[in-house]
């Protein structure tokens, strides 16, 4: 009995843990969405999450190396929309553009890079919350 209650309570902080992240997270997102002007470009923050994805050109989002820099490439923030009334579904959107990437300034590039993670992280909660909702039909089937 003891040990259900422990991984009751293990999983009731975990859960706990990742909805403290998420707050936070959308915190400083916020926050790098006006440091690095995105908001001159998506006026409302709430908007940012109508776009399917953001990607990066000119520096790597990949784990290992993470921020590190594509020589002779340019940093710009793309937006990928969808609009499935439209002839053409995907649509991107610049939201950033920032020049070679070998001359902007690190710790602006390192922003920029934390602003499409912390986007990614929300934006992965959101799927999964969608999801779940679209589950909620087939709960009584197992």
């Given at each position: 009995?003891?040990?259900?209650?422990?991984?009751?309570?293990?999983?009731?902080?975990?859960?706990?843990?990742?909805?403290?992240?998420?707050?936070?997270?959308?915190?400083?997102?916020?926050?790098?969405?006006?440091?690095?002007?995105?908001?001159?470009?998506?006026?409302?923050?709430?908007?940012?999450?109508?776009?399917?994805?953001?990607?990066?050109?000119?520096?790597?989002?990949?784990?290992?190396?993470?921020?590190?820099?594509?020589?002779?490439?340019?940093?710009?923030?793309?937006?990928?929309?969808?609009?499935?009334?439209?002839?053409?579904?995907?649509?991107?959107?610049?939201?950033?553009y920032f020049g070679k990437v070998q001359n902007v300034d690190?710790?602006?590039?390192?922003?920029?890079?934390?602003?499409?993670?912390?986007?990614?992280?929300?934006?992965?909660?959101?799927?999964?919350?969608h999801y779940h909702g679209m589950l909620a039909p087939f709960?009584?089937?197992?």
């Amino acid at each position: 009995m003891s040990s259900a209650l422990d991984r009751l309570k293990k999983l009731s902080n975990k859960i706990s843990s990742y909805e403290t992240a998420r707050k936070d997270n959308l915190v400083i997102l916020k926050k790098l969405y006006e440091e690095i002007g995105v908001d001159e470009k998506v006026e409302e923050f709430t908007e940012l999450f109508n776009f399917k994805a953001i990607n990066l050109s000119g520096a790597s989002l990949v784990t290992e190396t993470l921020g590190q820099i594509k020589e002779g490439k340019y940093l710009q923030i793309l937006a990928i929309g969808y609009d499935k009334d439209a002839v053409v579904k995907s649509k991107n959107t610049s939201l950033g553009y920032f020049g070679k990437v070998q001359n902007v300034d690190v710790e602006l590039k390192d922003k920029i890079v934390e602003f499409i993670i912390r986007f990614r992280f929300e934006k992965s909660f959101m799927t999964l919350e969608h999801y779940h909702g679209m589950l909620a039909p087939f709960k009584d089937n197992g």
